[in-house]
């Protein structure tokens, strides 16, 4: 205990110590944190579909209908229509032959990459993939290589020295603390030249970016026959909960068999499922199509205002906009100069980020407005300049 208390004070002193903030109203542009009315910009709820009354409409209709929750695993009796439907549409959406619903995107990525690699295996990851890839690649048992961010040209050379049985590239679509998007058309032609897998979580992508929504493959310009492995979370983007993998009929099945996440947990609940169709007609339709469209206005007009005023934002193209401070302190200052202005943003500190690389973590919404960003543009002339 001694031992977990100078830990603990070790990273207050560090400017690392994390604290929770208890919320008291539905996510949305502007939120009641600790009591307190504030003017969010670090949701993930990019298309602001979290508190939209059609996919709230759905969820009070799927509990009526099924009740709060599923009651066992999916291979027991917790596999309810509500899940199978989903699991349809989604593949329809991402033009795969088939889905698979995980509880969180976390399972998702740990049951995929454990289920397919072993050891005798490697697993080739983006050194800026998200945590649970990294852990996915560690608990796989598989040989881990990390490779520099974004560095096919290294990537090419490690998959060229494994002697590897298997060999599975996995990279994130949209890295969620820098907000860039994967050279996903060089990483599939790579991971062709070497027969190996190309997995990619786009947590962060789907739904939010390409004309029609399908992500960092549509911005890309790639289909299922380049991206083998196609994970998605469905409580960014979607506005609701959970996660799915895409894949052909095999991989699909195999998962079924052996992913030890997908096995061993109990079903989401079939509301959750209900709500998520919702969230997914909405983003086919019209309305997500405008929903998107105002989102990138809000991105252009929020990084055009930061560049006159001469603030270091990343080379980021998505609703993830970090502005790098560099020293945890500083960065953990901002945040607390803009609370006061009632703007919430947290700073993101190592071990999230590198050491040196600290910074406050933007996230816009489509359901923010434009008077909102300028808001948030003038906040940021005060606490800096």
Not at 36 to 60: E, K, T, W
Not at 256 to 283: C, D, H, N
Request: net charge negative; with cysteine; charged share 20%.
């Amino acid at each position: 205990m001694i031992d977990l208390e100078k830990e603990l004070q070790r990273r207050e002193a560090e400017h690392l110590y994390r604290r929770r903030r208890v919320v008291d109203s539905a996510q949305g542009a502007e939120i009641v944190v600790d009591g307190r009315p504030l003017l969010s910009f670090c949701s993930n709820d990019y298309l602001g579909l979290a508190n939209h009354p059609d996919v709230i409409a759905a969820m009070q209709r799927g509990a009526a209908h099924y009740g709060a929750g599923s009651g066992a695993a999916h291979l027991v009796t917790g596999h309810m229509t509500p899940h199978h439907q989903l699991e349809e549409e989604l593949a329809a959406f991402t033009g795969y032959p088939r889905a698979l619903l995980f509880s969180t995107g976390y399972m998702a990525n740990l049951g995929v990459v454990s289920a397919l690699c072993g050891a005798g295996d490697a697993v080739f990851e983006d050194r800026l993939n998200h945590a649970s890839l990294l852990d996915a690649g560690l608990l796989s048992r598989a040989r881990l290589q990390r490779f520099p961010h974004g560095d096919v040209p290294a990537l090419n050379e490690r998959l060229a020295e494994s002697k590897a049985q298997r060999k599975l590239i996995v990279t994130d679509g949209v890295f969620s603390m820098d907000g860039d998007i994967a050279p996903l058309r060089a990483l599939s032609d790579t991971a062709k030249q070497h027969d190996a897998w190309l997995m990619m979580d786009d947590a962060h992508g789907l739904g939010v970016i390409g004309e029609h929504g399908r992500g960092s493959m549509e911005v890309c310009g790639i289909t299922p026959h380049d991206l083998p492995l196609l994970v998605g979370t469905l409580g960014k983007g979607f506005g609701s909960f959970g996660a799915f993998v895409a894949a052909d009929e095999v991989i699909i099945e195999t998962l079924i068999q052996q992913a030890r996440p997908y096995i061993y947990t109990t079903a989401l609940p079939p509301a959750v499922a209900e709500a998520t169709r919702a969230s997914l007609k909405l983003i086919q339709s019209d309305e997500g199509a405008q929903r998107r469209e105002h989102l990138a206005a809000l991105i252009q007009r929020f990084r055009d205002g930061a560049q006159q005023l001469g603030l270091p934002l990343m080379a980021s193209p998505t609703a993830i906009q970090p502005l790098l401070v560099g020293d945890s302190a500083n960065a953990v200052t901002l945040s607390e100069a803009l609370l006061a202005e009632g703007i919430l943003i947290s700073a993101i500190r190592p071990p999230t980020v590198p050491e040196g690389t600290a910074r406050l973590r933007i996230t816009l919404s489509a359901a923010h407005s434009v008077a909102q960003i300028d808001r948030l543009l003038s906040a940021l002339q005060k606490i800096t300049q």
